[in-house]
């Protein structure tokens, strides 16, 4: 066999053997990547949260692979999904070859919030030995919280709260002013002068609701606003 031939054989075999490196030589979409692209995504939905938030993005499947994107990967927030607390977010891309996935994130904010200092009743009213502050991950607290004072003293207790438990808005109502059967004082201004009469409270009432009382003089039965404890405003009599 001439040195030509085994050449020409040479040749032939390198071509043929590097074809399926070539095939194979794509890229994969890095992992870490992924992890940045959900990350910056949850703390762009953020809207100016008290503290920094602490976010966790889950691990993926390591034999998961994925063609590089030929743009940065772009990143959306699943329907129904919310950002706070255990979810998802959504990572696409659309050339070369289209592909999506899921990718779990964990998102925690810690605040202060109050809570309860001790087991409270139902009716309780809030004093300042019954709360205190308490650095909690708000981002669980679904049902919302409360960290100013002012906004739960005085309060009324609608239902059993444990101790440590945070308040929250759907905890607390503002106390009656006006209480059902009691006597009550009817304001009213007429022809801009204050007068002042005796009447009977037919509903329960706290600051601002519009509830009906009875004039003992005319035993008429009217709409007022409670204005102060024990006291409803009318425009007429």
């Known amino acids: 066999m001439?040195?030509?031939?085994?050449?020409?054989?040479?040749?032939?075999?390198?071509?043929?053997?590097?074809?399926?490196?070539?095939?194979?030589?794509?890229?994969?979409?890095?992992?870490?990547?992924?992890?940045?692209?959900?990350?910056?995504?949850?703390?762009?939905?953020?809207?100016?949260?008290?503290?920094?938030?602490?976010?966790?993005?889950?691990?993926?499947?390591?034999?998961?692979?994925?063609?590089?994107?030929?743009?940065?990967?772009?990143?959306?927030?699943?329907?129904?999904?919310?950002?706070?607390?255990?979810?998802?977010?959504?990572?696409?891309?659309?050339?070369?070859?289209?592909?999506?996935?899921?990718?779990?994130?964990?998102?925690?904010?810690?605040?202060?919030?109050?809570?309860?200092?001790?087991?409270?009743?139902?009716?309780?009213?809030?004093?300042?030995?019954?709360?205190q502050s308490a650095e909690l991950n708000i981002a669980a607290l679904s049902g919302g919280y409360l960290s100013m004072p002012e906004k739960i003293l005085g309060m009324t207790v609608k239902h059993p709260i444990d101790a440590g438990a945070a308040y929250t808005p759907a905890m607390l109502e503002a106390p009656n002013m006006v209480r059902r059967g009691k006597q009550v004082t009817i304001l009213a201004e007429i022809a801009g002068i204050e007068v002042r009469m005796a009447g009977k409270a037919l509903m329960d009432g706290s600051a601002g609701a519009l509830i009906q009382v009875r004039n003992l003089a005319s035993q008429r039965v009217i709409e007022g606003t409670v204005i102060a404890e024990g006291i409803v405003k009318v425009t007429g009599n």
């Open 2 to 131: 001439s040195y030509r031939t085994v050449l020409l054989i040479v040749i032939f075999f390198a071509a043929f053997t590097s074809l399926p490196q070539q095939a194979h030589a794509e890229t994969y979409q890095s992992h870490d990547s992924l992890r940045e692209t959900a990350k910056a995504f949850v703390l762009q939905q953020i809207q100016s949260p008290p503290t920094v938030p602490y976010v966790e993005v889950g691990a993926l499947d390591a034999r998961l692979r994925l063609p590089e994107c030929a743009d940065k990967p772009e990143a959306f927030l699943p329907p129904g999904s919310r950002i706070l607390g255990s979810s998802s977010v959504g990572i696409r891309c659309h050339s070369p070859k289209p592909w999506s996935l899921y990718v779990p994130i964990t998102v925690k904010i810690f605040a202060p919030v109050l809570v309860a200092s001790h087991a409270m009743n139902r009716g309780s009213q809030i004093t300042a030995q019954d709360f």
